[in-house]
């Protein structure tokens, strides 16, 4: 699955009107104009938002590298004139890496890791950290089709089944031939119905070749 996501801040401030009263300096458009108590609390609440909004898409792009894309704002004009940033988001690239599932599990960690970076996720940034997941499950099921059944045809993955299923047939032969014998058979220590079993266990154990932890 191919996709590019929106990792987004909180939701915009909505518009507050401006009333005219208890004048306060401000300056606006290069003129000293009043601001009304109500105004001031407004560019207080902007000045927050906006450095608030600016650290929550700043810790996507950080965290997100060479998968995030640039940070676009959305902006606010405040009663003092100035604009403030009251939203935004940061692009973020959750497309699979053809063919390499390992890798694509490694840029997924990433892309998951950007989703959630900021102290607040917005629910944007959970489903984009949702699709990533999902993304590392299906490499992760890729990445274990490979190794079981991609393995050389003489490795010792490919023959495992069969060379156990040849030693059990021996050690049933051999054990046939044992109780047929007689009491030689308790002598050579015959394996009953459960040794065989822990034979057989040692057997996969001996032949089985170690495997590297699977990234999660």
């Known amino acids: 699955m191919s996709s590019v996501g929106a990792l987004s801040g909180l939701p915009s401030m909505p518009q507050a009107s401006a009333s005219a009263s208890a004048p ?46 640039a940070i676009s704002y959305e902006f606010q004009k405040g009663p003092d004139g100035r604009s403030y940033a009251v939203g935004g988001e940061v692009p973020i690239d959750a497309s ?13 960690r990433i892309v998951k890791a950007a989703a959630l970076a900021p102290a607040e996720p917005s629910a944007q940034d959970r489903k984009v950290a949702a699709l990533a997941d999902a993304q590392m499950m299906k490499a992760q099921a890729e990445l274990n089709t490979q190794r079981t059944e991609g393995a050389a045809p003489n490795s010792p993955e490919s023959m495992l089944s069969g060379d156990l299923n040849q030693k059990l047939a021996e050690m049933r032969e051999t054990a046939r031939e044992e109780q047929e014998a007689g009491a030689a058979n308790q002598a050579q220590g015959v394996a009953a119905p459960f040794d065989l079993m822990a034979y057989a266990q040692g057997v996969y154990a001996s032949t089985t070749p170690a495997t590297p932890a699977s990234p999660l």
């Open 96 to 108: 699979e890496i053809a063919g390499d599932p390992e890798a694509t599990i490694e840029k997924m």
């Open 24 to 69: 306060a300096p401000q300056k606006n458009g290069g003129l000293n104009q009043p601001l009304s108590k109500e105004e001031q609390a407004q560019v207080a609440k902007l000045k927050a938002r906006d450095a608030e909004v600016r650290a929550h898409e700043q810790a996507h792009k950080n965290v997100g590298g060479q998968y995030a894309g």
